[in-house]
């Protein structure tokens, strides 16, 4: 009879997590930070199709780095869980929370429990009302989960990125300074993006019901400038 | 509540209708009535679609009727359905008002999934496929017939879409109207209606035809100036759905019914 090996379960989470790092650390970052009216999500994204952001509901963004067949997955799954929630109660019963919480035991479990970790970091943002504050959520491939009111940044370089958004980060800036300033924290100083780089949308009070707006290139570069 | 993640083989796309069917998020549809039992329940009655130069004009009456009792007086069956395009409602109220939630949610969820909005005829036949599916209960006396209408922004021209229970679906290219008013509302924009109307224009005749629908036809609501009830009328071009604001509408029947008195009078 053969005995199958033995391996430390720190090791196999350790295993995990480094593969799982370094799938992320491939790809590219994002950034996403409250300015006075709203929430601007800012990613590195050449692409014009294969998008890192989009829209779940009225008030609520998703944001994906790492692999992006795996964090597509998971964002048409929270469209899917936002709009049977509203469907079933009502449009205002639909919080980001209770989504970021489905995030992160998912990725838990396949952390755990799967062969392969889910090589993604996912950001869930909610544009707060009058009465609740803005909310950003951060779930990391291991099912962490952050909450942050300020700024969240992900991706392989993002403990970099964070000092240079945290430097730089006002309250009360409007969308061209947070975006402007987003831009050049994901860029590094030796380096700049152009519009044409950038993947950027907002959530943003004054958009009507659907807050979530794409900010394409002509309008970006304007904003950039 | 889990995660709603589906294995490739049966991920149920951008379809709405699907995923509920697969959550068993939706109730199952009421038991069948027994043969020949007849409920009265509140039925929406009289919506008009008509195009103008720049898009489409739609307008429905407020009044919902149970047998000869007026269920509400202040109905609302004309819908946005999604940025350019509307959806207005005749038959059974209930149903229909769910049906239009169901719609408006299953445009929106296709647009997000995708990442692209469902083309005017793809909007068409998505909600051609839910009066379809609704055959059995219209068989049995609580019919839904929607009337949808549009901006197409591919083509740039108004377009407006008319059902029949069965979900037969046929393209009108200049206007329309159901519900148990229709026919006279009808014939009224087929005496006004010309190529190239203004949205003032196209509004007045919205106007009109439901005045002389309210007049013929005891199911359809006229203007009710005592509680302020006015019909609800929405235009939609390029610009996207905008609904038309109640004291113009008013304005709008007061001038009406004054042209009536004078014409009277003389």
Not at chain 1, 110 to 135: C, R, W, Y
Not at chain 2, 20 to 31: Q, S, V
Not at chain 2, 204 to 218: F, G, K, N, R, W
């Amino acid at each position: 009879m053969s005995m199958p090996y033995y391996v430390a379960p720190e090791q196999v989470m350790k295993d995990r997590a480094e593969y799982a790092q370094k799938g992320i650390a491939r790809g590219r970052s994002l950034v996403a930070t409250t300015y006075d009216t709203g929430i601007a999500i800012v990613a590195e994204n050449p692409s014009r199709s294969l998008h890192k952001i989009s829209e779940i509901y009225d008030r609520i963004a998703f944001g994906g780095v790492g692999k992006y067949n795996e964090y597509d997955q998971l964002r048409v799954a929270g469209v899917r869980h936002a709009d049977t929630k509203g469907y079933a109660y009502s449009r205002e019963d639909v919080d980001a929370r209770s989504l970021a919480n489905l995030y992160a035991q998912y990725l838990g479990n396949v952390f755990t429990h799967e062969m392969k970790p889910l090589e993604v970091e996912i950001l869930v943002a909610e544009l707060g009302d009058g009465e609740s504050p803005n909310q950003l959520y951060h779930i990391a491939y291991e099912g962490t989960i952050t909450d942050e009111d300020r700024f969240a940044v992900l991706g392989g370089d993002a403990e970099t990125i964070t000092e240079r958004v945290a430097a730089a980060w006002q309250g009360d800036w409007d969308m061209a300074a947070a975006l402007k300033a987003a831009a050049e924290a994901l860029a590094g100083p030796d380096r700049t993006l152009a519009a044409g780089d950038l993947e950027v949308a907002t959530l943003s009070r004054g958009n009507g019901r659907r807050t979530f707006l794409r900010i394409e290139e002509p309008e970006l570069a304007q904003l950039l400038a | 509540m889990a995660l709603p993640l589906f294995p490739p083989e049966s991920d149920p796309g951008p379809d709405f209708v699907g995923l509920l069917r697969m959550t068993a998020g939706r109730a199952d549809p009421p038991a069948r009535l027994e043969a020949g039992a007849s409920v009265q329940v509140p039925h929406g009655t009289t919506v008009v679609a008509l195009r103008y130069a720049d898009g489409i004009v739609m307008a429905g009456d407020r009044r919902a009727t149970a047998g000869n009792i007026i269920a509400h007086h202040a109905m609302e069956k004309v819908f946005p359905a999604d940025r350019h395009s509307a959806v207005a409602i005749a038959g059974t109220a209930g149903m229909a008002v769910e049906m239009v939630r169901l719609f408006q949610v299953q445009l929106e969820h296709y647009e997000k999934v995708e990442g692209s909005v469902l083309s005017l005829e793809g909007k068409a036949n998505q909600l051609a496929q839910m009066v379809r599916q609704h055959l059995p209960m219209a068989m049995q006396g609580l019919a839904v017939v929607p009337l949808f209408a549009g901006y197409d922004t591919a083509r740039g021209v108004g377009r407006i879409f008319n059902y029949d229970v069965t979900g037969g679906h046929y393209e009108d290219t200049d206007f329309q109207a159901t519900g148990s008013g229709g026919r006279d509302a009808r014939n009224t924009i087929k005496l006004g209606w010309r190529e190239g109307l203004s949205r003032d224009e196209a509004v007045d005749l919205a106007i009109q035809s439901l005045y002389e629908a309210a007049d013929e036809d005891s199911a359809t609501g006229g203007p009710d100036p005592v509680r302020g009830i006015y019909p609800l009328i929405a235009v939609v071009d390029a610009q996207g759905y905008q609904p038309v604001p109640e004291a113009e509408v008013a304005e709008r029947f007061g001038a009406l019914i004054a042209g009536k008195q004078a014409e009277r009078a003389q």
